[in-house]
């Protein structure tokens, strides 16, 4: 096996282990909030107690998506170039405040 696909395996293998970990994360955050009588705190702060998190999560699930379907992701805006490690970080970033923003203007 060649060094370029052991490491698209490798990449591959981790960003399924990571969606999968933070689904079981979300099932039990979820369930310890809905089971340990914090339901009023969860109806008054819906968006920072419920959104904001599964915001985190979606925007992760849209980097991993976006980088397993095209690949590498790297890209250039206002005389910065972002690549490697940077790029999916500052997607991420990005994706992140544009759900915020949008669950805040909407609630």
Not at 61 to 72: A, D, N, R
Request: proline residues 3%; hydrophobic residues 60%; contains cysteine.
């Amino acid at each position: 096996m060649d060094n370029n696909r052991a490491k698209s395996l490798v990449r591959r293998v981790t960003q399924w282990i990571i969606i999968i970990g933070a689904t079981i994360f979300t099932a039990v955050w979820l369930g310890f909030l809905i089971f340990r009588d914090y339901g009023d705190i969860i109806r008054q702060h819906f968006a920072a107690t419920v959104g904001l998190p599964l915001a985190a999560i979606a925007s992760l699930v849209i980097v991993f998506v976006l980088e397993y379907s095209t690949g590498p992701i790297e890209f250039e805006g206002l005389g910065f170039k972002f690549k490697g490690a940077s790029g999916p970080i500052i997607l991420w970033v990005f994706c992140f405040l544009a759900i915020a923003v949008a669950i805040r203007l909407l609630w």
